[in-house]
């Protein structure tokens, strides 16, 4: 009865190991295949919200309505104020409060588009017509006054295609003022669709107090041949994107890296090996007695059906031969341990857990998300051709972009933290968490309240509203929050331990002592100047996209800015890997910040470029403009560098394995 029942019990407890099996089979097969689907489903969305914008087809007679977005200085793009801030016509009766309905990316901009009043009806021609007229006082005419003076100008946009005019003008050395009271519309339309638009601006009249400016407008329709598709063509600098500068740039980043990868694989493939194969023979020529047995040992675990010493499968199996090595290097002559100096000595130190896990396991993780956004948002803009066919096109596909790869930050940044962690713990996953959900909402916050406090200041439009501001906060709360966590458990679940951390519960206690060496031989001075190599080969690309943001331009060669940026990857990938292979070869085992600084500091450089764009290349000036310009450049500086610090970091980490899966093979 009683071996009746101890039998019960296990087959019970075999059943039941059996079901729990099979449940996590059932699990890890799910989540493997929902990792595999992702990116299809991600590059799925990114095109859904690409090309979500359908032509207007209008009919004879149709009103066609003429938004007006903003004005401001022409030398300070991103300086802007309401348009009826200024003593301009208010649209009256049903137009008074009819305000666009815009997406959340572009009104976080401060982007407002208003009805301006002017009744357009397709393909029908409009005599001048008064939209209203307007008497300034003292107050208005002071404000005028300082409009031209400043080169203010307006935004406007007819069926999502801008137009931009001038307030008016400056005559004459009596500072005589004028304001240019008729805008005419000339508006080309093919089939059904307007296909282009033009204004001009004439009728100057003096800005002078109490005198009426008669404000007017017309309109004139033009048939095109131009295709609807190819409308926004007219609005590309195709001169200046299209120079030949921008195209040898190109082949001198190609040669470079063509060049630099060369370099690092003949170099430190020869290196490694003579490294490899010295330590060998050296072990083997003073140690034969143990060589002996240890491959006794090998041979006869071999017959038992365990792993070999060269087998990489189960490290612990050479574990002997580390403890008698490491022992045999301590009764060397001093000779020999000159001779075996270097990355070799660091096998028991080389795979610490690095200082700040959680923070740096955060960096990484948001760095995988902001390289899994760029990659899907430039090759959905390439297969796209422009974003630029809806107005906000790109702040959309960016914000949508950033929250649904907000998973991905979850899982590399719990994928990372369980792999380097010596004990893994629950509140080190839960600070891992907390890092990467608050950083950016912290950054955000940090940029708008500052953006607020000079927008309202010069009573500026780039002024978030209460309503905006807590919908973009919802979405990190109910969206962004709940997707890192669900990142971090399917990387708890599916990402294993490997041989690393195995070898790295052997390690001993005491940490190998680092020397003092010359000052380029410092972490911060090798991650410092290894930067410089990549800002090299891209800063003509920067100088590109900084034109098209701050000058003025649209930015449309995305198969060059794919081109760069697959560039860019490759020299800090073998950029990192040489710093880290000097670092170690100084018998420095602190490489993880290291690695990942390498990469991280192009964003230095990055943000000192800003620093010389704005200096010699803009007309910017005001501390409001100043402030926008060195916040956003700040940020992108930083994004730059969580997402070039990644890159760097897992190229680094691949080539440690590499290097010391070989010195514990021959070792």
Known sequence: MHHGSGGSSTSEMLRKRQQDARAKACIDFTLRLLKLLYFPALFALLLHVARQF?????????????????VGPYNNPQETYEYFSLPFCRPSGVKLAKTRDDSLAIALGGDKVTDSGMNLYFKRELPVTQLCAVTPNAKQVKRLKRAVENNYWYQMYIDELPLWGLIGEKRGNNDEYYVFAHKEFSIGYNGDHIVEVNLTASNPVPIKQDQRIPFTYSAKWVSSTRTFSRRFDRYLDFNFF????????????IMLVLILCCIVGI?????????????????RAMTPGLAQVSTSHSFSGR?????SVLDDEDPDSSSVSDLDLDLHLADLAPDDVLRDRGWRMLHNDVF???PRLALFAAALGLGAQLLTLAAGVLFTMYIKGTTYGKRGGLPQLLLWGY????????????SVYKVLAERQKFSGFKRTMAYVSLFVPSLWICYQLGNMIMTWWHGATAIVNMAEALHLLSLFVFVQIPLVVIGTIIARLLHSTDNESRARSRNVMIRRPIAVGPFYSSPWFIALVAGALPFVAVFIETHFVFSSFWNHKFYYVYGILISVFVILLLITACVSIVATYLLLNWEDWRWHWVA????????????MFSVYYYCFYTRMSGALQASIYFGSTLLISAALAALNGAVSYFAADAFVRRIYKSRHVDG
Do not use: C, M
Request: proline share 3%.
């Open 242 to 253: 299209e120079h030949r500068v921008h195209r040898y740039s190109l082949l001198y980043s």
């Open 596 to 607: 990942f600084g390498s990469g991280a500091s192009l964003g230095l450089y990055v943000f």
């Open 403 to 414: 929250f649904a790869t907000t998973v991905v930050a979850g899982y590399v940044s719990g």
């Open 54 to 70: 359908t032509p207007h087809q209008y009919q004879v007679g149709d009103v066609v309505t003429v938004w007006i977005n903003r």
């Open 303 to 307: 017959r038992h059906g365990a792993s």
């Open 352 to 354: 610490r857990s690095p």
């Open 267 to 283: 170099v430190l493939s020869r290196t490694l090996k003579h490294d490899i194969e010295r330590l060998a023979q050296q072990f």
